[in-house]
């Protein structure tokens, strides 16, 4: 038997396109002489449609644009995954073959953690699935389903499946690939037969899937990968294993790399803009997000906006520039200094026998934000935030100012990472598109005379360990204590995260990169007074 698995980008919402992506690799795959041409799951309406799912209307229509498939199969089987209205609503795959839909699969296990929230919308299957193939008994499974160990996928395999396939969207995170890889090996080793994944691919809205769709043998060993962070479709002969392609995964930055750019990419795409606008100031952040924003979109795409202060160094001021010619993009200065003044004179008789502080360094901040808002604004522009991680983590950020635009790139990159990103680009393009003397120079907002971050956040090294183990594992003050932490610094930092939800319930949408990001994946509430 010929397999193919078409590992496509769809967009939520977006039937008529979808179908076409469908439809295209159908007639690929049958030009490539495959029986069988598998889709992800919810391929027709794109996932996760979340409230979508409770509209009938939604339902019908997908129902119906899945008919319009169906009719297009002839020579082909293809497995297209989509809602299903049966009495309840199923997460489900429908049997495509000879022009009509002649069965169907539904997801036995709802995941409801995390990012996953199918239980609001899905009623969970318990029939096994089993379509014969060109000869090949061939067992159906979905996402999930394939995640736990037993039925379905032991069941399938007792009943005589000879290959299971697995529709997925499985989002990324930095290792979700090689943990989806071992999982799926392991149900290849305890069912005793072949597994075929097909991932979806793409950005939607903060999730990116990867793809890295897979065919593995009964011992778990990787038969045929899919490359990933692209659409393709992978073709696989069952007598000629030998013949299939294994594409490399990545290390950990180059994964990072490639899931922002398509981030960006599809959320630019899909939301119909045509540009960028990124505020660069001369450090670290605002220059890995622009050379992302260039991967992602090309030069001419990509407008960079310098707002230096009466604190802007000479050498911020020139690395934003440099940052632009390095890159190819638009680039104008628009200085700041005379609209602060403006506004501490409305402001003075308010402010009146108190010194300066934190009120007029977040003034500045809001001042770039309403700059660039404005620039976004008159020219149809996304303006992409830059603010990391490690910042949002602690409350380092101004709402309304550095917080200011529609998506936060590195949202979910801790500052570590933003160096190492930095690095990585410069590399990989054999050549300075982030200056040097940026990635050199101690991270500073320059809101003030002489500010470093480090006046008020532990140093970034020890700062990223205690988030990524309070924020993503969960562990308490008194557990990182108790291993070794500096205590001071947990101390800080748990104070700081526990203040700030207040501000990330705020900021924009930005790319998933870790197994716990801010948003749906950890909802804390913002009025709490436990404290660890």
């Keep these: 038997m010929r397999l193919a698995l078409a590992q496509i980008d769809p967009t939520v919402g977006d039937l008529a396109g979808n179908r ?172 005793g037969v072949r597994v075929a994944l097909c991932n979806t691919v793409g950005g939607q809205d903060e999730l990116v899937f990867d793809g890295h769709s897979l065919v593995l043998e009964s011992d778990g060993s990787v ?52 540009a960028v606008i990124v505020s660069v100031s001369g450090g670290i952040d605002s220059a890995v997000t622009a050379a992302l924003a260039v991967e992602a979109l090309g030069a001419e795409c990509v407008h960079c906006v310098s707002m230096p202060s009466r604190y802007s160094s000479e050498g911020t001021r020139a690395d934003a520039r440099r940052l632009a010619e390095n890159l190819g993009c638009d680039f104008r200065e628009l200085p700041i200094e005379p609209v602060v003044e403006a506004y501490c004179g409305v402001l003075a008789e308010s402010f009146a026998g108190r010194e300066p502080d934190v009120a007029e360094e977040n003034l500045q901040a809001r001042i770039r934000g309403t700059i660039a808002m404005a620039l976004s604004n008159k020219f149809g522009r996304l303006l992409v935030a830059s603010g990391n991680k490690s910042e949002l983590s602690v409350g380092y950020a101004t709402l309304y100012g550095d917080m200011a635009g529609g998506f936060a790139l590195l949202k979910d990159v801790f500052k570590t990472d933003v160096f190492r990103l930095a690095r990585h680009l410069n590399e990989r393009a054999g050549r300075e598109l982030v200056p040097q003397s940026t990635i050199d120079r101690a991270p500073s907002a320059e809101l003030r005379e002489g500010q470093l971050d480090e006046d008020s956040l532990p140093p970034y090294a020890e700062l990223d360990r205690v988030l990524e183990a309070y924020v993503e594992e969960d562990r308490s003050l008194d557990e990182l204590s108790a291993d070794g932490f500096d205590p001071d610094v947990v101390a800080r930092a748990v104070a700081l995260i526990d203040r700030a939800e207040y501000k990330r319930r705020q900021a924009p949408p930005g790319v998933r990169l870790r197994p716990k990001a801010f948003g749906r994946d950890r909802r804390t509430p913002i009025t709490n007074r436990w404290r660890s």
């Design 20 to 191: 076409k992506l469908i439809l295209a690799r159908i007639e690929e795959a049958r030009t490539a002489g495959a029986d069988l041409v598998v889709l992800p799951e919810l391929a027709v309406t794109g996932y996760p449609p979340e409230d979508l799912l409770l509209r009938p209307g939604f339902v019908r229509a997908a129902r119906a644009s899945l008919e319009q498939i169906a009719v297009e199969t002839g020579g082909i089987v293809a497995l297209v995954g989509v809602p299903l209205s049966d009495g309840d609503l199923y997460n489900a795959c429908a049997i495509c073959a000879g022009g009509e839909v002649t069965g169907w699969a539904k997801k036995w296990h709802l995941p409801n953690y995390g990012v996953f929230d199918e239980k609001r919308y899905f009623a969970s299957g318990n029939e096994l699935a089993l379509v014969d193939v060109a000869g090949t008994k061939v067992g159906i499974t979905i996402c999930e389903d394939m995640w736990i160990p037993g039925p379905p996928t032991t069941a399938l395999a007792s009943a005589g499946a000879e290959l299971l396939v697995n529709l997925s969207a499985s989002p990324f995170h930095v290792g979700r690939a090689e943990e989806r890889e071992a999982i799926f090996s392991a149900r290849a080793r305890e069912s």
């Design 223 to 274: 038969l045929a990968r899919a490359p990933g962070f692209e659409e393709t479709l992978l073709v696989f002969d069952t007598d000629r294993p030998e013949a299939s392609t294994v594409s490399a995964l990545g290390d950990d930055v180059e994964q990072m790399r490639r899931a922002l750019v398509l981030g960006l990419r599809d959320y630019v795409a899909k939301n119909g803009f045509d």
